[in-house]
């Protein structure tokens, strides 16, 4: 079982009325806990969250760190997804 | 004095004169300061804007912003390097971010200068909403910024 914080900014923090949720992953056979599997448990919330989750259109940081869709993710991880920055 | 990395988040004003005076009396030995100043435009893809609101991620902000100093330091030789990038409301023609780099001669501290900024278009989470005479809205990410970050790999 892995226990995931999940925030969410710009955007897609508002079109899914959802800032931060905690998420509990349980451990599928030998199926690794990657971000794309987290990435397709959120999108099957709804069309919002499958269309502004898509691969593309949100960005993933895993730690503070923008990553890819392939990192495993760890008990107690801090994942954020967000639409490409436009700081600057 | 000697060379220093400022990286600094804030949501109000900074003063130009005062930056660039620390950058300066950071060190005798460099003979180049580069400077660089965003502003909050009254247009954007032809509607007019009123004012923007700048999110960020702040845990991981000032860590992607150090980061994006030290891969500058590992292709130029660099002095001090500071990085001030503002958030929440700002009306237009407000100062949004600053960056400033000291090297003994000019390329270095343009060069770095510019990858700095490109790289934090890219990869710094800041999002910008504006307020337009058509309503709100979120910016989106720019293909060309995109590209100007592929250029320096």
């Known amino acids: ?88 | 004095m000697s060379h220093f990395t400022q990286i600094v988040v804030q949501a109000q004003d900074f003063d130009l004169a005062h930056e660039y005076q620390k950058l300066r009396n950071s060190n005798d030995s460099d003979g180049a300061l580069v400077t660089f100043v965003g502003l909050v435009r009254d247009t954007n893809l032809q509607q007019s804007v009123s004012s923007l609101y700048l999110e960020h991620y702040p845990a991981m902000t000032e860590k992607v912003l150090n980061k994006i100093v030290e891969k500058a330091r590992t292709k130029w030789l660099l002095g001090s390097v500071s990085i001030i990038h503002r958030v929440g409301r700002l009306d237009v023609s407000e100062q949004i971010v600053f960056v400033g780099v000291t090297s003994q001669h000019r390329q270095s501290a343009y060069h770095a200068n510019e990858f700095i900024m490109d790289y934090l278009k890219t990869q710094a989470p800041f999002w910008k909403k504006e307020t337009t005479t058509q309503g709100d809205k979120w910016i989106e990410a720019k293909a060309s910024d995109r590209k100007k970050f592929k250029d320096w790999s």
Request: charged content about 25%.
């Open chain 1, 1 to 88: 079982m892995v226990m995931l914080k999940v925030l969410f900014f710009g955007q897609l923090k508002e079109v899914i009325k959802t800032e931060c949720l905690n998420i509990e992953i349980i451990q599928n056979g030998k199926q690794l806990n990657t971000v794309a599997k987290l990435r397709s448990i959120l999108q099957a919330k709804d069309n919002t969250w499958e269309e502004y989750l898509a691969y593309g259109k949100a960005l993933v940081a895993v730690n503070q760190e923008m990553t890819s869709d392939d990192t495993v993710l760890c008990d107690a991880d801090e994942v954020a997804f967000f639409p490409p920055v436009t700081g600057g």
